[in-house]
């Protein structure tokens, strides 16, 4: 993982870093880093846990930045190393969780042998009176939560830098050294909890991402130009230009045109859009997308690198880089207020004793007090009671809220928008009109189309039995099914032939007329899918399916309004389809067929007219919105692992009435 600067000597390496979590590391990196000898520059990136270092290798090769990160604590090797390679230790956040609940596990033993010896009462006065074996295991748990942040610490020390992990360190070694064995060990424990939940947050970005890079496939079926046999290669090393088929029910590997063949491709993970989309010779295809019922050979036009789906994962990427500090400011600061800390905490262990007569032991311990509460770790364990009920009583209703910093921020939104599919709508078709245009009556035109379509896993024919069951319908016995490729399906009934579809088949069979085809548009004004069905050269009907909105979505959207937030609908479907169901569940404002980055954009819109905006979503395509909302809000029943991971917040129930309650925060309802 390699690449050429401008000047021949000059390379960028990508090296894997353990440990690395915020902009502490990163900037104890920096500082061991910068001052190398040919060492121009260097950059993180924290959800892939990767820092790229351009360098002259003839005066710093990878093994000796290698030996310069391990002086900081952490420890790297390139990227391009093996995958057993880089798995060869420990996952840093096993260790840490390891070493957390040892050093919680020593803690509870300690305690428990105190009040045994000593009696409940030296507890309070900071474990005084405790046994040997007691002290020792107040050491044990000492030793487990500052294992990791020690290497730390030495560094910062050494290189007159004190961060978080030096401040942290003091204040622990000083509780011990004047005997309060509970403080110390406590606070080392609690400092050791505060870094799991760093890196499980961390973790949580970067599983995002790992989830939407498994949905495109790991192999692509490249035609071959001489001989036009087939070959399993890795996407990554097809040019573009080159000839790749996708068999019935595969995925697309790569963006490409359509050369031959006709299918149903299901875009959903991409586009959001609520039914499979008719692809020919010409029409775009997008990897990730799943192919219906036909085979289809087309050309690629982009790179692995380069897809859809890539700039989907570089946007998750970006929206979470987007959400933290600005790692500069941060460095910056820090420059100047862990100093100003600890010689603060310095001045009030020396000057009031020496001053005015004050005791030493307790001025040393309000100075180490001072360095606990500075250090910015310890914000995390010090969560209000008030944001701990909140998240609780959230739960109740089911809402999972990841963090109180989430909580806070669903009080204070002025716009939501929605995706479509499965947020706003159930996310699946029903039939919701079935017209006889022949001589079968209503029922026994359904019964004989969910008989054609029973073999079928698209999901219109799934509706139509489903809609038949329902009714209780016989279905006739239809036989030799056979796939009309990207138009329907045909089967044989008492003899004929039947056939179901897409209306490309009335014109095909020469039954289209005027009063027909408006008729057919106007279903699809409204939202509608249409499924032709005729017998041999017979029209005998149309059956019209739609995603129904969730029943509880207009009262929701009522809600909000009067709560002040303004829905807006955002989708990847037809303008026509996204302004029905918009009017009919209440939301005013609606973008429609937008790809992944478009709702990136329009989501930008938003933030910068309303200030804060949260995004409601349940699939991969809404993930890069969901990043860089204000607050990510996912669907937790139906949304996608990656949908899951990126957002703030989860409806567990898939339910769209728990929003207003979550905003109701501003009108004093929790």
Known sequence: MTSTLETPAATRTTFRVQGMCCAEETGALRA???????????EFHLLQSTMTVAHDPAETDAEAICRAVAKTGMSARPASESPAARDSGPAPLWSLRNLTVLSGGFLLIAVALTAAVAGPAALLHGGEGAPVLARVF???????????VLPKAFSAARRLRPDMHLLMTIAVLGALGIGEWIEAATVA????????????????ARRAVEALMAVA??????????????????????????????????????????LTGLSHVNQAPITGESQPVEKGPGDEVFAGTINGDGAIDFETTKPASETTLARIIAMVAEAQGRRAPVERWIDQFACVYTPVVLALAVLIAVVPPLA??????????????????ACPCALVIST??????????????????????????????????????????LGRPSVESVVPLGPLAENDLLALVAAVESQSEHPLGRAIASEARMRELTLPLATEHQALKGRGISCRVDGAEVWAGSPRLIAERGLMDDALHERIAAFEATGHTVIAAGRGGELLGLIALRDQPK??????????????????????????????????????????????????????ELLTEHGRVAMVGDGINDAPALARASLGIAMGAAGTDAALETADVALMRDDLAALPWLCGTRGGRW
Do not use: N
């Open 217 to 258: 496939p790991e192999k692509a079926r490249v035609i071959c130009p001489r001989d036009g046999c087939e070959e399993l290669v890795d996407p990554a090393t097809v040019a573009v230009g080159r000839k790749v088929r996708v068999r019935p029910g595969e995925k697309f590997p790569l963006d490409g045109r359509v």
């Open 551 to 604: 029943p509880e979505a207009r009262g929701a959207l009522r809600e909000l309004t009067q709560l002040g937030v303004q829905g807006t609908l955002l989708t990847g479907d037809r303008s026509a389809v996204a302004e029905h169901i918009a009017g009919e569940i209440g939301i005013v404002a609606v973008k429609a067929e937008l790809l992944p980055e478009d709702k990136v954009a329009a989501l930008d």
């Open 138 to 148: 107040f050491v044990f748990a000492v030793a487990a939560a500052l294992w990791p």
């Open 356 to 373: 005015f007569g004050g005791a030493w032991s307790d001025w040393f311990y309000q100075a180490l007090v001072l360095l606990v509460i």
């Open 32 to 42: 061991v880093l910068l001052p190398m000898a040919g060492v121009a520059d260097v």
């Open 189 to 204: 424990f609690l400092f050791a909890v505060s870094l799991l939940l760093e890196s499980w947050s961390v973790g949580r």
């Open 384 to 425: 209000p009671v008030s944001i701990v009920s909140g998240l609780t009583r959230a739960a109740r209703q089911g809402i999972l809220i990841k963090g109180g910093v989430h909580l806070e921020q669903a009080a204070r939104l002025r716009a939501i928008a929605f995706d479509k599919t499965g947020t706003v709508t």
